[in-house]
């Protein structure tokens, strides 16, 4: 899991930004639409199927996934149903793929966030 939220401020901390829901899944068209966030808010992948979630540079599928940090980055393994959150701690485009084999290619699992 990536780290979410403030580190250990006390009780009374709050994430500062929106929680930004995601549903991870099959995209029929090509892949999900741009999408835009601003600094400080949160990602927050769920899904059903059997999927992960891994940070990648651009918005190619890469051919492999390991990590490479900070632009190649497991955000959750791949699980069977699962959940994953993602802050966004400075402004730039973010990518986020699903690393099962065929399912960013095929299966348009590639989102794009634009955080400003
Ligand atoms: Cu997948």
Redesign the pocket.
Known sequence: MAPVGAPSAGPTAAPSGTIIPLV???QTSPSYPDQTAKVGDTVEFT?T????VYRVPDGTCPASYSPNPPLMVEVAP?TSGGAASFEFDAPGDYFFA???P???DG?G?IVKYTVA
């Open positions: 991870w899944d099959f899904w199927g059997f999927h992960g791949e699903c690393q099962v065929g399912h960013c299966g699992m």
